[in-house]
């Protein structure tokens, strides 16, 4: 069968080398579904040889991805869940933290993916000059309408932003998007005032629940997470572009234990009775699931084994 029918009807295809060192050897670790909306295709998912980075390739070329990415990808009408709350008020929490050491009156942020802009909101009421950035044309009209935040709606390669004129810029569980990550950060470095702080976040490939699951773990995400990164490849492509890790610690990334279970658990019952189960017992059973896998999750990240990395990065104050 061919690479482009595999990977679904009409999808343009490209096969990188790899995103971190370059080198064109890799060896294919399994091949991946789209288990979360359940898009036909095949994607297989490699190591590189020389430097360990794990990469989709083939993968869907850039104008194909869009496809992949529903309008539906950010719930729009309603009032922002408690997860997403959380989410948010945990970034805000690193960043109040990071500033206690700084002398800055009203640092200025740029959060690369914001989404609906929930994180920004609650950073501008907290007193920063916020920005965002977003692909999603939807995601940007509500965070210019409800919260009457700077949006760019496009990529951050596109981006018209001056250089070196953040104090701060996140980017929450947005590099495995990117089709060229090293770019990307390079580009970060760029806007990043000298000493400045990139905080990231991205899901673990060498986490315990990354090895159980394998091709089945829910941060897979394929085809929408393009490379996966260890603490040791994460260092390396912050370094690459320019920046100094500071600190990169394992969190719990509950959900993707979570969704993982789930995503068998469907299978399963779908096989058992012919149908999937239904909205209410999904969310019941994720509930149940999601207090069981919270201890569990934390204590994983405690021993350094954190189903998701945050890095803390500085831009070097002398070039
Ligand atoms: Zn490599």
């Known amino acids: 069968m061919v690479v482009e029918e595999r990977m679904g009807q009409a999808a343009s295809v490209e096969s990188p080398d790899c995103l971190l060192c370059g080198s064109s050897s890799a060896r294919t670790l399994f091949i991946a579904r789209d288990r979360l909306l359940g898009r036909p295709g095949e994607f297989p998912v490699v190591r590189c040889t020389s430097c360990g980075l794990v990469f ?10 869009g496809s992949f990415y529903p309008d539906t990808y950010y719930p729009l009408d309603q009032q922002p869940s408690r ?4 989410v948010a008020e945990g970034l805000l929490a690193r960043i109040t933290e990071w500033r206690r050491g700084q002398r800055l009156e009203t640092p200025s942020i740029l959060d690369i993916g914001c989404g609906t802009g929930l994180f920004l909101h609650l950073a501008h009421e907290a007193g920063l000059r916020v920005r965002g950035i977003e692909l999603s044309e939807s995601a940007v009209a509500y965070a210019r309408a409800n919260y009457g935040l700077d949006v760019h709606h496009g990529t951050l390669e596109n981006a018209d932003l001056p250089e070196e004129s953040f104090d701060i810029i996140t980017m929450w569980h947005v590099l495995e998007h990117l089709p060229s990550p090293v770019e990307a950060l390079r580009r970060v470095a760029r806007l990043l005032r000298p000493g400045g702080l990139l905080l990231l976040g991205v899901p673990n490939i060498g986490s315990i629940e990354a090895r159980i699951f394998g091709r089945r773990w829910f941060s897979l995400d394929a085809p929408r997470h393009l490379s996966h990164f260890t603490p040791r490849t994460l260092a390396a492509a912050l370094i690459a572009a320019g920046l100094i890790p500071r600190r990169i610690i394992h969190s719990p990334g509950t959900a993707g234990l979570v969704y993982s279970v789930m995503g068998d658990l469907t ?3 779908l096989k058992a009775r012919g149908r999937p189960l239904s909205d209410s017992t999904y969310h019941r059973a994720a509930n149940v699931l999601h207090c069981i896998a919270r201890p569990l999750c934390a204590g994983a990240a405690r021993i350094g084994q954190g189903g998701a990395l945050e890095a803390y990065a500085i831009k070097p104050k002398v070039r």
């Open 83 to 86: 997860e997403a709350f959380a």
């Open 56 to 65: 989709l390739r083939p993968r869907p070329s850039p104008s194909a991805l």
């Open 267 to 269: 299978g399963v019952m």
